[in-house]
């Protein structure tokens, strides 16, 4: 998986590119594969180290003399705190440079209680995990995942439909006054597409993840990379017109949106009116589960619709790859048959040859996972960590 260096690595960033594939290399193996001087090599190596980042062992290799060192990256060096925060809990992470998750929390919470509760228990929840002894590397950064539209650039949420108080509220100043790092702040659905993608799929370079929930939403990784959009409002599937919606009201003040039919809300409020004990997306998830044949219709009915809506997205953007998530992706086939048949049905054959639809692989991490990688991203590209070392 290409970690943004260039075709040659000259700086000490670019060099940790390489080596952030795992593999252990030798000096001259460094020097056959960059091109580079072995003497311009040991500087570039003893920056990387010295910073940690990097570490050398001898190879036990018979080769007859002096065993070669080899130089690895050390994943371990720093600790990126991440958060996955939705309406009603959050997940959140300490994380090795790998975005590989090392202590994980689950708290209930409420998006409503403004930003200043709700991120001061993130702040706390991190200081108590980082007190564990096995985690006292330093911090290189933190990423947090909200259930909202954010302007990327700032980290401010913009104009966010379920978290009263909190739109342009500036929350990376807010966490960088506890923890003096690079906060990073995005949509949570953007996050979970980056999840599943540097977890599950790296090989996958053009991929929708699709969260069906309380709300439903998407994230897009275009040619390796996620996909913002120009003010970072790409992928907001649940409010484009269904097909079948008609005048159907949406919390978002319009009607017909996809989510006011298809999301877990409106699912159970269809197994309501059939006379189903059904008001949350566990209920509906336990009706489907226990063989209930009216909910097994009404959640393959909502994946035709979500179906019909990607369809759409399936011929402007061709990916290889839709992944679905969130509560109601729990249901499992159900949902993902209503998917693809609307999928196979409404998209050109040359857009559908190669296209798989499956379940989520990351889970209920996937979210913790992408806000991770996204401050590695960030933190370890060469502009960032060539200034550091400087």
Not at 273 to 300: E, S
């Amino acid at each position: 998986m290409n970690h943004g260096q260039s075709a040659t690595p000259t700086s000490p960033g670019e060099l940790l590119g390489l080596l952030r594939d795992g593999k252990a290399r030798t000096r001259t193996e460094l020097a056959t594969e960059t091109g580079l001087a072995r003497s311009t090599i040991r500087l570039r190596l003893d920056a990387l180290m010295n910073a940690g980042l990097v570490t050398s062992g001898g190879d036990n290799a018979a080769t007859g003399g002096r065993p070669a060192s080899k130089f690895v990256f050390n994943a371990r060096a720093r600790v990126v705190l991440a958060a996955d925060v939705g309406a009603t809990h959050a997940t959140v992470a300490i994380a090795d440079l790998t975005s590989e998750p090392l202590a994980i929390e689950r708290l209930a919470l409420d998006i409503a209680d403004g930003p200043d509760a709700v991120l001061g228990l993130l702040i706390d929840t991190w200081r108590r995990m980082c007190a564990d002894p096995g985690l006292t590397a330093p911090v290189a950064g933190v990423g947090v995942g909200l259930p909202g539209p954010v302007e990327h650039s700032t980290g401010k949420p913009a104009h966010p439909p379920i978290m009263p108080g909190w739109n342009g509220y500036d929350v990376p100043a807010r966490i960088a006054a506890d923890f003096a790092v690079p906060v990073l702040v995005d949509n949570e659905v953007n996050l979970m597409a980056l999840g599943e993608h540097v977890r599950c799929f790296p090989n996958e370079e053009n991929l929708i993840f699709v969260k069906v929930a309380t709300g439903i939403g998407s994230g897009l990784i275009s040619n390796g990379r996620l996909h913002r959009g120009d003010v970072g409002a790409a992928g907001d599937l649940g409010h484009i017109l269904a097909p079948h919606a008609c005048d159907v009201r949406c919390r978002c003040g319009n009607s017909g949106c996809l989510e006011a039919v298809a999301s877990g809300p409106a699912i159970a409020a269809r197994l309501r009116a059939a006379g189903l004990d059904a008001t949350t997306n566990a209920d509906v998830v336990a009706l489907l589960q226990a063989g209930n044949a009216i909910a097994g219709q009404a959640v393959r009915q909502a994946g035709r619709d979500i179906g019909e809506v990607l369809a759409a997205g399936v011929s402007l953007f061709n990916p290889s790859l839709i992944v679905v998530g969130g509560a109601l992706a729990q249901a499992g086939e159900m949902l993902l048959a209503g998917v693809r048949e609307s999928i196979y049905r409404r998209s050109l054959p040359l857009a559908t040859e190669r296209l798989r639809i499956v379940t989520s692989q990351a889970g209920e991490n996937a979210g913790v996972v992408g806000a991770a990688a996204m401050v590695v991203q960030h933190v370890l590209s060469p502009t960032v960590l060539d200034r550091e070392l400087a």
